[in-house]
């Protein structure tokens, strides 16, 4: 179930986006403010709102660690601020002077980019705060982006209808015609999901349109395959044009906003209803889940934006915490840091670790005295079940280095079912078969033709393999 909490109508006209990090929500306006408000009871922080634009401002959004915010506006810049006291770090105006329609951060605060009417594309570099690298897209005004979770790469959407995929150093790379009216809206989700049948792993994106229709995609990132865009299928729902949809922050919920008024939500792995929400009385323009809480927010040209509260049987242990695989514990934003409190069962922790500002660095040098004397955490019990955490924590961060000979050369994962081909290298028996399914006709290893398709399972590798893995179970 889903319930309206509360509505913030401080805007003077249409809320045009909204954007939540750990502790706080930011919403703007075509009134050319950005306001930010607390999640502790929604009220507006000192310094809000934002003044600073001199037009409509068309998007906001927050830097992972929730530090820094970023907008952009129709004024042609797009602005950076320190999110703890409202200042502004910096003024970035787009080279071409055309509206900003779009800004991301990418998830390792790296690049700030932002998108223009004119199709102009921008990766500013975040510490430096100076232009890395510009390009364009074919045809149309940029008006939405995503980066896929690792930072690599990330996706445009045009009003011209496109999705194109880009890397890090603004080359295409993929190129879709998506929705016959325009793209409004792309969002991909921060969970990966496996392919079972090839051993690869994909992200799931949605993406939705002035045709009334939200999509869902996956993409595959893989050394050697490049980057492939596929359809997976379409979400039926809306009467008109669909003009924002976003991820839950696992990956399990999308939510969508429409001309027709409604917020509908999905539940990804079906595409079922789960809910509609109607109480907006104009076109909504923005949607977004909390990321650490069962929050929603939803924003209107009706100039309000409404908080919803939604059901959850585990608010926040959805989330595994994939940065455990991705980036070294001594290295995690207070963001990662929460993350994984909530996926032990320690959600009611959040809050407390935030406000003393525990990173991954913080969180390892944790002792019971710490604990007691510092965070202030009175129960016995608890301390010690935070500690048994943290300590299970240092184990997994003792390296386990998987031999490189146990590793497939396609999906660098560690074989289960090997086999040799022509070009004398072993490969996992899925992924090499695929890559041949795909027309491709020479090795992975040395791009020079195979002589031959034979696969010839390599048991001696595999019985290799097995007893290794034997070894570490001790």
């Avoid at 980066?147 to 890090?168: A, E, H, M, Q, R």
């Avoid at 290295?331 to 407390?352: H, I, K, M, T």
């Avoid at 020079?448 to 893995?469: D, E, F, G, H, Q």
Wanted: with cysteine; glycine share 6%; proline share 4%.
């Amino acid at each position: 179930m889903a319930t309206l909490v509360h509505t913030l109508a401080d805007h003077s006209d249409d809320v045009n986006y909204c954007a939540f990090s750990s502790s706080c929500l930011a919403t703007c306006s075509l009134d050319k403010t950005i306001r930010v408000y607390s999640l502790n009871n929604f009220t507006e922080l000192p310094y809000s709102p934002l003044k600073g634009h001199t037009y409509a401002v068309h998007c906001c959004c927050f830097s992972p660690s929730g530090r820094v915010l970023a907008s952009c506006s129709t004024d042609g810049t797009t602005m950076v601020w320190d999110a703890g006291d409202g200042q502004v770090l910096a003024v970035l105006a787009q080279p071409s002077g055309s509206p900003v329609r779009v800004c991301r951060f990418s998830p390792d605060s790296t690049y700030l980019v932002s998108g223009a009417a004119d199709g102009s594309l921008v990766l500013w570099n975040v510490r430096s705060l100076k232009l890395y690298r510009s390009g364009n897209v074919k045809d149309g005004s940029l008006v939405a982006c995503a980066f896929s979770p690792d930072g690599n790469f990330f996706v445009t959407g045009s009003s011209c209808g496109d999705l194109t995929i880009w890397d890090d150093k603004m080359r295409c790379l993929c190129n879709e015609k998506a929705h016959d009216l325009g793209v409004t809206c792309c969002d991909i989700s921060s969970q990966p999901i496996s392919d079972g049948e090839h051993g690869f792993t994909y992200f799931q994106m949605a993406s939705c349109g002035q045709d009334n229709q939200i999509k869902l995609w996956l993409i595959l990132f893989a050394d050697f395959l490049g980057v492939e865009l596929k359809y997976k299928c379409t979400l039926n729902g809306h009467s008109a044009p669909v003009l924002a949809c976003a991820f839950s922050y696992d990956g399990q919920m999308l939510v969508s906003g429409s001309v027709d008024k409604c917020v509908i939500i999905y539940e990804t792995t079906t595409g079922n209803t789960l809910h509609t929400l109607s109480q907006h009385t104009r076109y909504v323009t923005t949607c977004a889940f909390a990321p650490y809480s069962p929050l929603l927010a939803t924003g209107s040209m009706d100039k309000t934006v409404n908080i919803w509260h939604f059901d959850l049987k585990q608010p926040c242990a959805a989330n595994t915490v994939e940065n455990e695989s991705k980036v070294a514990v001594e290295d995690w934003s207070e963001d990662d840091v929460s993350a994984w409190l909530c996926a032990q069962d320690l959600a009611d922790f959040v809050g407390l670790f935030k406000r003393n500002n525990i990173d991954g660095k913080e969180l390892l040098n944790l002792t019971k005295e710490s604990l007691a004397n510092e965070l202030k955490i009175e129960s016995l019990g608890l301390r010690s079940k935070v500690l048994q955490k943290i300590e299970e924590l240092r184990m997994k961060m003792i390296p386990v280095t998987v031999p490189d000979e146990f590793l497939c050369p396609i999906t660098r994962e560690l074989m289960k079912d090997p086999v040799i081909a022509a070009d004398g290298y072993s490969y996992e028996n899925d992924a090499i078969e695929n890559w041949i399914s795909n027309k491709r006709r020479s090795s992975p290893m040395t791009n020079l033709p195979l002589p031959s398709l034979v696969l010839t399972p390599n048991r001696t590798l595999k019985m290799a393999i097995s007893r290794w893995l034997e070894t570490q179970q001790k």
